[in-house]
């Protein structure tokens, strides 16, 4: 059974940092491709970045040059770094796994950012 738990949100002030962790059972991670998505209340739940299996990555434009996307493949879980915090990029924050036509997705995490 996939399970994926997010980890690391909370409150930041604009400009500040987060991580986020994503760490994944009951599933061979390394050749899973993984993203991150958020939504905002009264928004649909919008991809934020990705990275496969063989660490290609792709942003949102909005979070291009301030998110990294990264994974570690020893301790199954997949990062977010969030740097440059802005009001727009609160959310809950949700993890996925893909492969093939399996997706799987974790419960989320708050990020609030105000100050």
């Known amino acids: 059974q996939v399970q994926l738990v997010e980890s690391g949100g909370g409150l930041v002030q604009p400009g500040g940092s987060l991580r986020l962790s994503c760490a994944a059972s009951g599933i061979i991670f390394s050749i899973f491709n993984m993203g991150w998505y958020r939504q905002a209340p009264g928004k649909q739940r919008e991809l934020v970045a990705t990275?496969?299996?063989?660490?290609?990555?792709k942003y949102v434009d909005s979070v291009k040059d301030r998110f990294t996307i990264s994974r570690d493949n020893a301790k199954n879980t997949v990062y977010l770094q969030m740097n440059s915090l802005k009001p727009e990029d609160a959310a809950v924050y949700y993890c996925?796994?893909?492969?093939?036509?399996?997706?799987?997705w974790g419960r989320g995490t708050q990020v609030t950012v105000s100050s």
């Open positions: 996925q796994s893909t492969l093939g036509s399996q997706a799987d």
């Open positions: 990275i496969t299996s063989t660490r290609n990555t």
